[in-house]
């Protein structure tokens, strides 16, 4: 087939997404769909897929662009594969990636939104056929999906009359809880839907607890607590299909911790800071930012001494050494984006998972 462009995730003309299926996320089905029926159009419905990877296994597929085939097309399926494994099929267009619509973005926005993802990623995809008779009929291909899929994370802290939320849950059932939120409260303030059900507390799943234990830990949990929640509308999308929901596809946007993005252009006496490699509070080996020079790009780009260093020009460097990580700093000649975070907020996302 003709190819317009294929603009590669290790910088050559191929887009190799690495990642692993992992067992232990629970999903035992080979294909997380609804039905594969079509209808009287020809049109056929999404497929959802959740994936885990790890630094060492492969993920298994290429995705292209190209002259003969509209959308973000998915190839090069590895024999054995944790993507054919999955149900992944040539040809398949992607069009959510991790509960975002992706069809009308640039293909190398694309690329960098699944290497953003971090270890797992949630991919809605359309077979060939199905999308080119939805292309051609103008269908708003979006329209065919859910609009909102994505848990929340929400980090809620008491004020004098509590967390502002209530819980409840059938009598000798564990792990089924749903939330009564007060309005103008802390819970309300910090996000959380009305009605929702509660999945994880303070990075542990309730999945085991009685309601004794969850009222026991909510005491333990002193002045603040963080909750991973869903709408009933997002939790029957979730179990409909087999799929276990964790923090890593969570909307993180109503948290206080947030990630920050530098734009740094290189001056006459470079970028102004040094790179160490050193123990992170939370586990491993962490990137950090040190001996920010006052006045010198970095600080005016918002640098901050001892942030640590998450991704270097749009790509995850988790799983690279110090020599690595400079090497990515250095592959434009004078200017860098560095995606980094503060120490509060590296505790705090380890501590959720």
Not at 118 to 135: F, I
Not at 136 to 149: E, V
Request: hydrophobic share 35%; glycine share 12%; proline share 4%.
């Amino acid at each position: 087939a003709a190819m317009k462009q294929t603009k590669g995730l290790k910088g050559d003309k191929t887009s190799i997404i690495k990642f692993e299926f992992n067992p232990k996320d629970g999903i035992d089905n080979p294909a997380l769909t609804l039905t594969e029926d079509t209808d009287a159009e020809g049109v056929g419905e999404p497929r959802f897929y959740l994936l885990s990877k790890s630094s060492t296994e492969s993920f298994g597929f290429c995705l292209h662009e190209e002259l003969c085939c509209q959308g973000h097309v998915v190839r090069q399926l590895e024999l054995g594969g944790v993507a054919q494994r999955r149900g992944l099929q040539d040809g398949d267009r992607l069009l959510q990636v991790n509960g975002h619509f992706v069809d009308h973005m640039d293909h190398q926005r694309v690329v960098q939104r699944i290497k953003a993802s971090g270890n797992q990623v949630l991919l809605a995809v359309l077979d060939g056929d199905s999308y080119e008779a939805a292309k051609s009929l103008g269908r708003d291909l979006s329209q065919m999906l859910p609009a909102d899929i994505r848990p929340r994370l929400c980090h809620v802290r008491r004020d004098k009359s509590g967390f502002g939320f209530s819980v409840s849950g059938p009598e000798g059932i564990r792990g089924t809880f749903q939330l009564s939120v007060r309005q103008d409260g802390p819970a309300d303030r910090a996000g959380v839907p009305a009605g929702s059900w509660l999945l994880e507390l303070n990075g542990d799943s309730v999945r085991s607890y009685s309601y004794t234990q969850l009222t026991k830990k909510l005491k333990q949990s002193g002045n603040k607590v963080t909750l991973l929640v869903a709408s009933s509308a997002v939790e029957e999308f979730y179990r409909l299909r087999g799929l276990q929901v964790t923090a890593a596809l969570a909307d993180p946007s109503w948290l206080p911790f947030k990630a920050r993005e530098l734009h740094i252009v290189k001056g006459p006496a470079g970028y102004g800071f040094l790179l160490k490699e050193d123990d992170c509070s939370s586990g491993g080996i962490g990137q950090f930012l040190w001996d920010v020079d006052v006045g010198l790009p970095a600080e005016q780009a918002g640098m901050k001494e001892g942030d640590r260093v998450l991704a270097v020009n749009g790509e995850s460097i988790e799983g690279l050494d110090h020599e690595q990580t400079v090497q990515r700093i250095r592959a434009h000649e004078d200017r860098v984006t560095l995606l980094v975070i503060d120490p509060a907020g590296d505790e705090f996302y380890h501590s959720v998972g």
